[in-house]
C-alpha cells in the first residue's frame, strides 16, 4: 500500500480525532487530492534531527540534503470533514485508521513524501479487566465533565477531543483515549502507539494516570 505522508509532532492513534489546518503548498495539494480520491494518508511521528529519532530506531530520511526525519511506525488518517474557509487554507477533521510500517519512502516533487507501507494489524478486542476499571470510571467522568463544559461555553468550534461510538469495555480504546490526553513525551507516547497488546498499554496507561493523581 501506498500513501502520501504528513509529518506532525502529534501522534495519532486509531480511532482519534484529529484537526488540522492546511495552508502549506505541497500539503494542500495532497489533501485535496484525497478528498477528490477519497484516500487517507499517512501521519508520522516528526524528528528534530534526521540524527535525532524520537524512538530507539533509526529515522527516516532518504535524501542526504533533507532536514525531516520521522519514525517508522505511523498511522492511516480519514478525512471525515473539511472546509475551505479561504483561498490558501483547508481545515479537515481525520479520523485515525490502520497503524502502519514504513517499508521505504521517497521525496517528491515540492517536498512531499510518499511511502510504501505494510499495515499493522488491529488491536485484538479485549475487555478491560476489573483491575483496570478504575481507567474507565477516570475517562467516562473526564469526557462528562468535558461535554458539560462545552455545553455551559458554548464556543463556536469547540468540541471534544475524540468521537463516538465511546468504546469503554475495549481495552485498546480505553488505552488510545488516554495516551491522547495524558501530558507525556512524544518519545512515551509513540511507544505506546507501537505496541502490539492493548492490555499491556492499558496497564501502562494505569500507572501514568496513578503517577499522574488522575486516579483518586
Known amino acids: 500500500m501506498t ?10 492513534f486509531p480511532e482519534g480525532l484529529l484537526p488540522l489546518q492546511i495552508f502549506e503548498l505541497r500539503y494542500l495539494t495532497m489533501i485535496k487530492k484525497c478528498i ?3 484516500t487517507e494518508f499517512g501521519v508520522v511521528a516528526q524528528t528534530v534531527r534526521k540524527d535525532a529519532p524520537i524512538v530507539d ?6 535524501e542526504p540534503m533533507s532536514q525531516e526525519a520521522f519514525v517508522s511506525v505511523g498511522t492511516c488518517a480519514k478525512i471525515v470533514a473539511h ?8 481545515r479537515i477533521d481525520c479520523v485515525g485508521g490502520k497503524r ?17 507501507v505494510s499495515p499493522i494489524e488491529a488491536d485484538q478486542a479485549i475487555s478491560v479487566p476489573q483491575e483496570l476499571a478504575d ?19 458554548a464556543i463556536e468550534g469547540q468540541r471534544l477531543p475524540m468521537t ?15 495516551c491522547e490526553l495524558i501530558p507525556m513525551q512524544p518519545a512515551q507516547r509513540h ?4 505496541l502490539d497488546n492493548p492490555l499491556i498499554r492499558l496497564e501502562l496507561v494505569q500507572d501514568l494516570l496513578e503517577t499522574g493523581g488522575f486516579l483518586r
Not at 102 to 113: S, Y
Open 191 to 194: 511507544r505506546l502507539l507501537t
Open 3 to 12: 500513501l502520501p505522508l504528513f509529518p506532525l509532532t502529534t501522534i495519532l
Open 100 to 116: 502502519f510500517t514504513i517499508v521505504r519512502c521517497e521525496q517528491q516533487k515540492l517536498g512531499l513524501w510518499v511511502a510504501q
Open 135 to 153: 481507567t474507565v470510571t477516570a475517562l467516562r467522568q473526564l469526557i462528562t465533565a468535558l461535554t458539560h463544559q462545552l455545553e455551559r461555553e
Open 164 to 178: 463516538k461510538p465511546y468504546l469503554f469495555d475495549d481495552c485498546g480504546w480505553v488505552a488510545n483515549r488516554w
Open 36 to 38: 477528490a480520491d477519497g
Open 83 to 90: 472546509s475551505a474557509p479561504q483561498p490558501g487554507l483547508l
Open 57 to 62: 530506531e533509526t529515522p527516516l530520511s532518504p
